[in-house]
């Protein structure tokens, strides 16, 4: 029987089945989001909300808030008032770790990126039996916690750690050389930690390049530079995006690094925060800046994506 032969009942009964059909297909998902849509809600929207509201608090005595409207906690990120005439003084010390810990992930970012390349290539080329192998030694920090990890290598650098005691036992030098905290110390630990964010999106990018395309440019008479820079780079350029996120924001937040390879010395901004939380007593400042850095990255990443990405699709 065909369509035309089909009265207009039966067609309005068959269109009415397809939309209970329809509907209660997004019912059933709807349902199924709803505990991921729970502990979004619970776990991720309600602290910031939390976090908003106390910005806009007046700090109590011994921490916590006072539930009064203030705006101090923003006028407090870049200016202090003066004990004695209460005038408002330009003070950039916060100013100052932000762009440091800017400064320290867009190092880190880098290097990742120069570092983590290589190796992603290295292992997107090996026979497929071999690939996991590498993954594998690639994911093996993970098995430990960070902190551990960290005070590895504050044992590895410091003035008795095994460089210093190598090199001494060579005669390369005299004395230690002092790296423990340092800058220095600083950014080897946060390279260390983030490499493998880095090295795990560029493998699973050039995994699924297609080796014919540089075959062909090889053909082509393409040098190997112009192979890197106008085939493999620009179809790997989604994982360079992914790895570059990846690293630039837990690197910018970092905590544990910074405090135990800089000694609470050279500050970043996650430690910053927690000092407000801590032995600063200082909540709504803290919630303040934390607000400050996230509208930062917001913003900083709007515009670096749709940058980046109308190239890839272009590509």
Known sequence: MTTAALS????SKAALFEAQAVKTSARRNR?????????IGIFGVLPLLIICVYSFLAAAPYGGVQWQFSTDAYLNFLFQRDIFDDTLQFTPDFLIIYLRSFLFAVVTTII????????????ATRPPAQRNWW????????????LVRTLAIMFIIRDEGLINDALLALGVIDKPI?????????????????????????????????????????DLYATRRQVLWRVIIPLSKPGIIAGC???FIPALGAYVTPLILGGGVHLMIGDLIAQQFGSGRNWPLGCAQALILMAAVLVALYFYVRNTSGKVQHG
């Open 178 to 218: 002092t790296m423990l905290y340092t800058n220095f110390a600083i950014q080897l630990g946060l390279l260390y930690a983030f490499l493998p964010f880095m090295v795990l999106p560029l493998y699973s990018s050039l995994e699924k390049l297609d080796f014919r395309l540089i075959e062909a440019a090889y």
């Open 8 to 11: 207009p009942i039966t067609l």
């Open 245 to 247: 996120l990846l690293v």
């Open 31 to 39: 349902l199924l989001s709803l505990p991921a849509l729970i502990i």
């Open 135 to 146: 993954v594998l030694l690639i994911t093996i920090p993970f098995w430990s916690n960070l």
């Open 112 to 123: 990742c990126l120069l570092l983590g390349f290589p190796t992603a290539y290295f292992m």
